[in-house]
């Protein structure tokens, strides 16, 4: 009974002295929610594009594969001193399975042109992302970062 009233308290104060997690912003399920959408929108055609779908798009080999010939694709930019990327890639997964709409938004004007040049050297053709049962267009979003080696 000693056992069972002292774990009975340590559950009831853990109860009422937890803190609470702040809540992570919810992200979006439209395009038109994005916090970078007017940027976007005058930049590529955003129209009957979608964040998500039943079946996303599958480049030959898997995302890692499509990672590794982006990576070979796009120029290498130097980077000043502790310098942090943080440009992001957009491109449409048409319905055709091709990528006919990208760009990269970012501060650091170079990596983001390098960027928008990688994804247009990439042409091989994906399966397309499907949504009841129909190819639709599907607007990915990379974020891209620097790594030390």
Do not use: C
């Not at 007017?38 to 998500?52: I, P």
């Not at 502790?82 to 992001?88: A, F, H, S």
């Not at 050297?121 to 790594?147: C, D, H, M, T």
């Amino acid at each position: 009974m000693k056992h069972l009233l002292i774990i009975f308290s340590i559950l009831f104060s853990a109860a009422f002295s937890a803190q609470e997690t702040p809540e992570k912003p919810a992200e979006p399920t439209s395009v038109g929610q994005l916090q970078e959408y007017g940027t976007l929108v005058k930049k590529m055609n955003l129209k009957d594009a979608v964040l998500s779908a039943d079946v996303k798009p599958e480049y030959p080999g898997g995302f890692g594969a499509f990672g590794r010939k982006f990576a070979e694709n796009m120029e290498t930019v130097k980077l000043k001193n502790n310098e942090q990327l943080d440009t992001k890639l957009y491109f449409i997964v048409e319905k055709d399975g091709y990528i006919r709409n990208a760009t990269a938004t970012g501060t650091n004007k170079k990596h983001v042109e390098a960027a928008e040049a990688g994804i247009k050297r990439v042409f091989e053709r994906w399966k397309p992302a499907q949504k009841n049962g129909k190819p639709v267009r599907y607007l990915y979003i990379v974020p891209l970062f620097s790594k030390k080696y």
